[in-house]
Protein backbone atom coordinates (compact mmCIF):
# COMPACT_ATOMS: atom_id res chain seq x y z
CA UNK A 1 0.00 0.00 0.00
CA UNK A 2 1.31 3.91 -0.83
CA UNK A 3 2.04 5.98 2.03
CA UNK A 4 1.52 9.52 1.01
CA UNK A 5 4.52 10.80 1.49
CA UNK A 6 4.27 14.47 2.90
CA UNK A 7 5.19 17.44 0.74
CA UNK A 8 5.20 21.49 0.96
CA UNK A 9 5.90 24.16 -1.09
CA UNK A 10 9.27 25.72 -0.58
CA UNK A 11 10.22 28.95 -1.95
CA UNK A 12 13.83 29.14 -0.98
CA UNK A 13 16.13 27.59 1.92
CA UNK A 14 19.25 29.98 2.76
CA UNK A 15 21.40 30.02 5.64
CA UNK A 16 21.75 33.79 7.40
CA UNK A 17 22.16 35.57 10.56
CA UNK A 18 18.91 35.33 12.85
CA UNK A 19 17.68 39.25 12.06
CA UNK A 20 15.01 39.11 15.01
CA UNK A 21 13.94 37.74 18.13
CA UNK A 22 15.38 36.19 20.87
CA UNK A 23 17.90 34.23 19.10
CA UNK A 24 19.00 37.53 16.95
CA UNK A 25 22.54 36.84 15.81
CA UNK A 26 22.77 33.47 15.39
CA UNK A 27 23.75 31.59 12.07
CA UNK A 28 20.23 30.03 11.09
CA UNK A 29 19.15 28.25 8.65
CA UNK A 30 15.79 29.27 6.78
CA UNK A 31 13.07 27.33 5.54
CA UNK A 32 10.81 29.34 3.70
CA UNK A 33 7.02 27.89 2.90
CA UNK A 34 5.63 29.44 -0.43
CA UNK A 35 1.83 30.64 0.29
CA UNK A 36 -0.05 33.41 3.04
CA UNK A 37 -3.65 34.30 2.95
CA UNK A 38 -2.80 38.13 4.52
CA UNK A 39 -1.09 41.07 2.97
CA UNK A 40 0.17 43.13 5.11
CA UNK A 41 0.87 46.40 4.01
CA UNK A 42 4.45 46.01 4.98
CA UNK A 43 4.92 42.93 3.92
CA UNK A 44 8.42 42.00 2.84
CA UNK A 45 8.09 38.48 2.05
CA UNK A 46 6.03 38.92 -1.15
CA UNK A 47 7.94 36.96 -3.15
CA UNK A 48 7.10 33.89 -1.52
CA UNK A 49 3.13 34.85 -2.11
CA UNK A 50 3.27 31.76 -5.42
CA UNK A 51 5.83 29.86 -7.08
CA UNK A 52 8.05 27.48 -4.85
CA UNK A 53 8.95 24.48 -5.88
CA UNK A 54 7.30 20.92 -4.11
CA UNK A 55 9.90 19.10 -1.62
CA UNK A 56 8.85 16.27 0.52
CA UNK A 57 9.63 16.76 3.88
CA UNK A 58 12.43 14.12 4.19
CA UNK A 59 14.54 16.22 1.43
CA UNK A 60 13.84 19.93 3.36
CA UNK A 61 14.72 18.04 6.39
CA UNK A 62 18.29 16.38 4.40
CA UNK A 63 18.73 20.05 3.14
CA UNK A 64 18.71 21.59 6.06
CA UNK A 65 20.75 18.91 7.70
CA UNK A 66 23.80 19.40 5.17
CA UNK A 67 24.36 23.25 6.69
CA UNK A 68 25.18 21.75 9.83
CA UNK A 69 23.63 24.88 12.03
CA UNK A 70 21.71 23.23 14.91
CA UNK A 71 19.01 26.68 14.61
CA UNK A 72 16.41 26.34 11.89
CA UNK A 73 13.48 29.04 11.64
CA UNK A 74 10.77 28.18 9.65
CA UNK A 75 8.85 30.98 8.12
CA UNK A 76 6.98 32.41 5.30
CA UNK A 77 4.76 33.22 3.71
CA UNK A 78 2.34 32.10 6.23
CA UNK A 79 3.90 28.55 6.90
CA UNK A 80 0.91 27.37 8.84
CA UNK A 81 -0.81 27.92 5.67
CA UNK A 82 -0.01 24.31 4.48
CA UNK A 83 -1.14 21.81 7.12
CA UNK A 84 2.54 19.91 6.34
CA UNK A 85 4.39 22.46 8.21
CA UNK A 86 3.15 20.53 11.07
CA UNK A 87 5.22 17.05 10.17
CA UNK A 88 8.17 19.52 8.87
CA UNK A 89 7.98 21.07 12.26
CA UNK A 90 8.47 17.79 14.52
CA UNK A 91 10.84 15.81 11.96
CA UNK A 92 13.44 19.20 12.77
CA UNK A 93 12.56 18.65 15.97
CA UNK A 94 13.41 14.83 15.81
CA UNK A 95 16.27 15.52 14.00
CA UNK A 96 18.10 17.83 17.16
CA UNK A 97 17.53 20.90 15.64
CA UNK A 98 16.26 24.32 17.90
CA UNK A 99 12.94 25.13 15.84
CA UNK A 100 11.46 28.37 15.49
CA UNK A 101 8.66 28.82 13.94
CA UNK A 102 7.66 32.91 12.24
CA UNK A 103 3.82 32.70 12.36
CA UNK A 104 1.02 35.49 11.94
CA UNK A 105 -1.25 34.68 14.27
CA UNK A 106 -3.87 34.85 12.08
CA UNK A 107 -3.55 30.72 11.00
CA UNK A 108 -4.45 28.19 13.84
CA UNK A 109 -1.31 26.77 15.39
CA UNK A 110 -2.42 23.72 16.92
CA UNK A 111 -0.88 20.91 16.70
CA UNK A 112 2.68 22.88 16.72
CA UNK A 113 5.20 20.67 18.51
CA UNK A 114 5.59 21.67 21.96
CA UNK A 115 9.32 22.27 21.17
CA UNK A 116 8.82 24.37 18.92
CA UNK A 117 9.72 27.90 19.73
CA UNK A 118 6.69 30.17 18.67
CA UNK A 119 7.56 33.70 17.15
CA UNK A 120 3.60 35.37 16.30
CA UNK A 121 3.53 38.44 14.60
CA UNK A 122 0.40 40.42 15.99
CA UNK A 123 -1.34 42.43 12.96
CA UNK A 124 -1.40 45.58 13.77
CA UNK A 125 -3.99 48.44 12.73
CA UNK A 126 -1.06 49.32 10.42
CA UNK A 127 -0.38 45.74 8.74
CA UNK A 128 -4.29 46.74 7.69
CA UNK A 129 -4.71 42.51 8.42
CA UNK A 130 -5.61 43.15 12.14
CA UNK A 131 -9.25 42.25 12.20
CA UNK A 132 -7.21 38.15 11.04
CA UNK A 133 -6.02 37.82 14.81
CA UNK A 134 -7.23 34.92 16.67
CA UNK A 135 -7.03 36.12 20.06
CA UNK A 136 -8.25 32.84 21.51
CA UNK A 137 -5.03 31.37 20.47
CA UNK A 138 -2.38 33.88 22.34
CA UNK A 139 -3.71 32.83 26.16
CA UNK A 140 -2.46 29.12 24.94
CA UNK A 141 1.08 30.00 24.09
CA UNK A 142 4.40 28.30 26.04
CA UNK A 143 6.68 30.36 28.24
CA UNK A 144 8.92 30.02 25.36
CA UNK A 145 7.13 31.43 22.59
CA UNK A 146 7.55 35.20 22.03
CA UNK A 147 4.87 38.05 20.93
CA UNK A 148 6.32 40.32 17.90
CA UNK A 149 4.77 43.91 16.95
CA UNK A 150 5.32 45.30 13.89
CA UNK A 151 4.68 49.49 14.51
CA UNK A 152 3.94 51.36 11.20
CA UNK A 153 3.00 54.97 13.99
CA UNK A 154 2.27 56.09 17.12
CA UNK A 155 -1.33 55.02 16.27
CA UNK A 156 -0.10 51.35 16.30
CA UNK A 157 2.12 51.66 19.06
CA UNK A 158 -0.67 52.85 21.09
CA UNK A 159 -3.06 50.43 20.48
CA UNK A 160 -0.45 47.63 20.93
CA UNK A 161 0.51 49.07 24.48
CA UNK A 162 -3.51 48.78 25.36
CA UNK A 163 -3.75 45.14 23.73
CA UNK A 164 -0.96 43.62 25.85
CA UNK A 165 -2.30 45.67 28.73
CA UNK A 166 -5.22 43.38 28.36
CA UNK A 167 -3.73 40.20 27.47
CA UNK A 168 -4.02 37.56 29.59
CA UNK A 169 -0.42 35.89 28.71
CA UNK A 170 1.62 33.12 30.11
CA UNK A 171 4.48 33.87 32.19
CA UNK A 172 7.49 33.90 30.08
CA UNK A 173 6.38 34.94 27.47
CA UNK A 174 8.41 37.67 25.79
CA UNK A 175 7.15 41.29 24.13
CA UNK A 176 9.32 42.49 21.14
CA UNK A 177 8.18 45.96 19.62
CA UNK A 178 9.61 46.57 15.85
CA UNK A 179 9.49 49.60 14.06
CA UNK A 180 8.99 49.14 10.37
CA UNK A 181 11.54 49.49 8.47
CA UNK A 182 11.66 53.25 6.82
CA UNK A 183 8.51 53.59 8.12
CA UNK A 184 9.17 54.21 12.31
CA UNK A 185 12.97 55.49 13.48
CA UNK A 186 13.86 52.89 15.94
CA UNK A 187 14.97 55.96 18.29
CA UNK A 188 11.27 57.36 18.07
CA UNK A 189 9.90 53.65 18.89
CA UNK A 190 12.90 53.53 21.81
CA UNK A 191 11.10 57.33 23.06
CA UNK A 192 7.82 56.24 23.38
CA UNK A 193 8.53 52.74 25.33
CA UNK A 194 10.74 54.56 27.83
CA UNK A 195 8.68 57.22 28.54
CA UNK A 196 5.74 54.83 29.17
CA UNK A 197 8.14 52.35 30.97
CA UNK A 198 6.78 49.18 28.81
CA UNK A 199 7.59 45.79 30.00
CA UNK A 200 8.58 44.90 25.58
CA UNK A 201 12.10 44.89 24.35
CA UNK A 202 12.82 47.09 21.01
CA UNK A 203 13.94 45.13 18.26
CA UNK A 204 15.39 46.04 14.87
CA UNK A 205 15.93 43.56 11.83
CA UNK A 206 19.65 43.40 12.06
CA UNK A 207 19.38 41.53 8.37
CA UNK A 208 18.02 44.53 7.14
CA UNK A 209 20.83 46.96 8.26
CA UNK A 210 23.47 44.16 7.61
CA UNK A 211 22.26 43.68 3.91
CA UNK A 212 19.47 45.95 3.24
CA UNK A 213 15.91 44.03 2.30
CA UNK A 214 16.96 41.43 -0.39
CA UNK A 215 15.47 38.13 -0.56
CA UNK A 216 17.61 34.74 0.56
CA UNK A 217 19.61 37.30 3.03
S1 LIG B 1 1.70 37.49 7.21
FE1 LIG B 1 3.86 37.84 6.74
S2 LIG B 1 4.15 36.98 4.67
FE2 LIG B 1 1.94 37.22 4.98
S3 LIG B 1 1.47 39.24 4.10
FE3 LIG B 1 1.85 39.53 6.31
S4 LIG B 1 4.02 40.08 6.46
FE4 LIG B 1 3.69 39.16 4.42
Partial sequence: ?????????????????QGEADTAGWPTVFVRLTGCPLRCT??????????GEWHDVDAIVSTVAAYGTPRVCVTGGEPLAQKNCLALLERLCDAGHRVSLETSGAVTMRGVDPRVVKVVDVK?????????????????LQPHDLLKFVIVDRGDYEWSRELIRRLALPGGVEIYFSPSHERLAPGELADWILADGLGVRLQVQLHKYLWGNVPGR
Fill in 1 to 17: MDVAVPRLRVTEIFRSL
Fill in 42 to 51: YCDSAYAFSG
Fill in 124 to 140: TPGSGEESRILYDELPR
